[in-house]
């Protein structure tokens, strides 16, 4: 499997993810230019995108959704209350509802339920050819119901959204710093850090920290605070990598 981070921030998100025999992303919401670009760099055609699976419909998740769909006609796959919210946007025609397991093409993927200030949302853990990689962004905890299923996966795409003291002592106003550290918001640095030391395993190979807060956060802290909970943990693993909103990561193939 092949993994790229394109974009991960609070001004958009996007993620591709290839197999043997499928391409797809996970979110659009930065520019349908700002992504086919990216993807022409990695060398992909737009148009070979065979699906783009919606983690939920916030508009940094979903904004260029609109002219990428009708582009290249896509499938979308996502939620009966995504495809609701996204009509409301533009007409979806080429569409999939999807339940807690599903396949596309070649790939399985399992529904992790997130917990987040939408309608619906969604992590998700792809697998093919024996690979796997684990998708977990905008929430406010992972339920211990679903930390079987997380561990010692492959790759993980994975929020590390903001640092505590940082929000904090920030500008954003008192109702929107709450919403941030609710149950229904996002995962702080520490959360990221304690979930990852409790999931990281034998098989994993790369992680890269998501959905960093312009605001609230910065690349060096995200990449401490877990590289130091993991020596707290006698847990030696260095593959650490962190996305930002200006650029893609390195392709990552396993």
Do not use: W
């Not at 987040?116 to 905008?138: F, R």
């Not at 919403?179 to 918001?185: A, H, K, N, V, Y």
């Not at 006698?234 to 193939?253: A, G, H, M, P, Y």
């Amino acid at each position: 499997m092949i993994v790229c981070t394109l974009a991960s921030g609070s001004k958009g998100n996007s993620t591709y993810v290839a197999s043997s025999s499928t391409k797809i992303l996970i979110d659009l919401g930065t520019t349908s230019m700002y992504v086919e670009k990216k993807l022409k760099e990695i060398e992909v055609d737009p148009k070979d995108i065979n699906a783009i699976l919606i983690s939920h419909t916030h508009s940094d998740h979903i904004n260029g959704l609109k002219v990428f769909v009708k582009k290249y006609n896509p499938t979308l796959f996502l939620t009966e209350k995504m495809l609701k919210d996204i009509n409301q946007i533009f007409p979806v025609t080429n569409y999939v509802i999807i339940d807690d397991n599903f396949y596309i093409d070649d790939m399985s993927v399992k529904v992790i339920k997130t917990s987040h200030d939408a309608s619906d949302s969604n992590g998700y853990i792809i697998e093919s050819d024996g690979k796997s990689v684990v998708y977990i962004t905008d929430t406010g905890y992972i339920n211990q119901k679903n930390h079987k299923y997380l561990k010692n996966k492959n790759i993980y795409v994975f929020e590390s959204n903001y640092d505590v003291e940082m929000l904090l002592n920030g500008k954003y106003p008192y109702y929107l710093k709450q919403r941030i550290l609710s149950d229904r918001g996002h995962l702080s640095n520490k959360d990221s850090s304690y979930y990852l030391s409790k999931f990281i395993g034998k098989d994993t190979k790369k992680v890269i920290l998501a959905h960093l807060s312009h605001e609230n956060n910065e690349p060096s802290i995200a990449y401490n605070t877990l590289k130091n909970k993991l020596i707290d943990e006698n847990i030696n693993f260095n593959d650490i990598i962190v996305s930002t909103q200006e650029d893609r990561t390195e392709l990552i193939k396993i």
